[in-house]
């Protein structure tokens, strides 16, 4: 059965690697990842009262992992594997995001201008942006997907795609995007469908 974490303090990854495997996780605190550690999060649900973050150079590791609620801070890197979540979180990326296989789900949406990668096969799903640019990473006969799903988020500015490599790059979704200028949605392809 799944261990209990409550945390209302600070719990780190400071330099190291931090592993918190089939956990259930109320953080009230700060859950974090600092000075080129690594946050691993791997089968585990966290409800977030307070603060999941890292700094530059350091990374937050999400395996079939749903974090719930509060705030999401990314200055180094998130990255996903399996069918991951962000759920009605603030997600602040001024780093990179990278969903390295399966489906990462930003419900909550996404601010800060950072980068976000789908490698090839992987699905993004978004539930809101602000302007954002994203990478479609392509490969032989797999289909790279984003998704804009139509929430309370709003879209604003313009999304930008950039395709590479080959393979098939699908973008879906009902989400409305709100921009005061310029286009919504730039889709650039290099190779691919």
């Not at 080129?36 to 530059?56: E, F, R």
């Not at 984003?146 to 009902?174: K, P, R």
């Amino acid at each position: 059965s799944a261990e209990t974490l409550t945390n209302s303090g600070m719990v780190e990854a400071n330099g190291g690697e931090l592993d918190l495997t089939t956990e259930l996780v109320t953080n009230n605190g700060t859950l974090q990842s600092i000075n080129d550690g690594m946050l691993k999060l791997s089968s585990t649900t966290v409800s977030n009262n307070g603060t999941v973050s890292d700094d530059a150079g350091s990374t937050i590791d999400l395996v079939n992992t749903t974090i719930d609620g509060g705030a999401v801070t990314v200055a180094g890197k998130l990255v996903s594997t399996g069918a991951s979540a962000v759920l009605g979180a603030d997600l602040d990326n001024t780093g990179s995001i990278e969903v390295q296989s399966g489906t990462l789900d930003l419900a909550g949406g996404v601010s800060g201008g950072g980068h976000l990668t789908v490698d090839a096969g992987a699905t993004l799903e978004l539930g809101g942006a602000d302007a954002e640019t994203v990478t479609l990473e392509g490969g032989a006969g797999v289909i790279t997907t984003m998704q804009l799903d139509s929430t309370s988020a709003a879209y604003i500015g313009t999304i930008t795609v950039n395709a590479t490599g080959s393979g098939t790059f699908d973008v879906e979704g009902q989400g409305s995007i709100t921009t005061a200028s310029g286009d919504g949605l730039d889709i650039n392809v290099s190779g691919g469908t």
